[in-house]
C-alpha cells in the first residue's frame, strides 16, 4: 500500500482511497455532510461562503472541489489551476488559459524535437540471407 501524508494532521498512513488518515475520517466525513447541507440549502454560494456557513475550514471545501464532488454546484472561479493556482477554466481542464497555452507549446515543442531515424530500405529476402549467413557462420566456429 501506498504511503501518504494525512491532509488534514500531517501523520503518514497507508493510503487507500481517502486523502485523510482512518483516524481523521469521521471529522472529513462530518465537515463533508455540513458541506453538503450548505450547498443544497443554497448552491449559489462559492467557496469561501460555503466554508464560512458549514463552519469548516476552506481547504476541506477546496479538496471536495478538487476531488470533483462540488463542480456542479460551486462556481467555476472556485476551481484552482492545478500549475499556478489562478481561477481555471474548467473542472475538467483544471488549468488557467495561460498555464494551457504554455503546456500546448511544451507539447509541440517536444514533438517537434522528436525526430524519427531514416527507414532502412530493406529489400525482400535480405532478411533472411543475413540469417543464413549468421548460422553457418556459427557452424564454422
Known amino acids: ?68 464532488q462540488l463542480v456542479t454546484v460551486l462556481q467555476a472561479s472556485d476551481i484552482t489551476c492545478g500549475r499556478c493556482g489562478a481561477p481555471a477554466i474548467s473542472a475538467s481542464k483544471r488549468l488557467c488559459q495561460a498555464c494551457l497555452e504554455k503546456l500546448n507549446l511544451e507539447v509541440a515543442q517536444a ?12 529489400e525482400v529476402g535480405e532478411y533472411d540471407l543475413n540469417v543464413r549467413r549468421s548460422i553457418e557462420q556459427k557452424r564454422r566456429t
Open 1 to 68: 500500500m501506498p504511503l501518504a501524508k494525512c491532509v488534514r494532521c500531517a501523520r503518514m498512513f497507508n493510503k487507500i482511497q481517502t486523502p485523510v488518515c482512518p483516524a481523521c475520517e469521521p471529522d472529513e466525513e462530518a465537515d463533508n455532510e455540513k458541506i453538503r447541507e450548505v450547498v443544497n440549502r443554497d448552491p449559489s454560494l462559492n467557496a469561501e461562503a460555503v466554508a464560512e456557513a458549514a463552519q469548516v475550514d476552506i481547504s476541506v471545501v477546496r479538496r471536495m472541489l478538487n476531488e470533483g
Open 111 to 122: 514533438q517537434a524535437s522528436i525526430k524519427l531515424g531514416v527507414k532502412k530500405n530493406v
